[in-house]
């Protein structure tokens, strides 16, 4: 029912930035639900690095406060990733994540690679 495309991974030095995108179809634009991206690195779990609601509430982890910002445009479907003054362990696979509050369904994109290095 649900399908979600990313776009805007690649590679950058320290300190740079880039700008992920992920468009979600199949739901309606009123739905309830939250959406989000995690992150992979090889040989690591699979982590949460943000968050966003319906309303525009944010959750991010610890490690990334001040230099990642989550936005999302309700009326796309569409949730962003701001990622500013990037390190070399932030190099990892990035997912976007789509859940459901009413109906608990939880989907997945394909991911994107995002890599960190001089």
């Known amino acids: 029912q649900v399908q979600l495309v990313e776009s805007g991974g690649g590679l950058v030095q320290p300190g740079g930035s880039l700008r992920l995108s992920c468009v979600a179809s199949g739901r309606s634009d009123f739905s309830i639900y939250v959406m989000g991206w995690y992150r992979q690195a090889p040989g690591k779990q699979r982590e949460l690095v943000a968050d966003?609601?319906?309303?525009?509430?944010?959750n991010y982890v610890d490690s990334v406060k001040g230099r990642f910002t989550i936005s999302r445009d309700n009326a796309k479907n569409t949730v962003y990733l701001q990622m500013d003054n990037l390190k070399p362990e932030d190099t990892a696979v990035y997912y976007c994540?789509?859940?459901?509050?009413?109906?608990?369904?939880?989907?997945w994109g394909q991911g994107t690679q995002v890599t960190v290095s001089s």
């Open positions: 994540n789509l859940r459901t509050i009413i109906t608990a369904n939880n989907y």
């Open positions: 966003i609601t319906n309303g525009g509430h944010t």
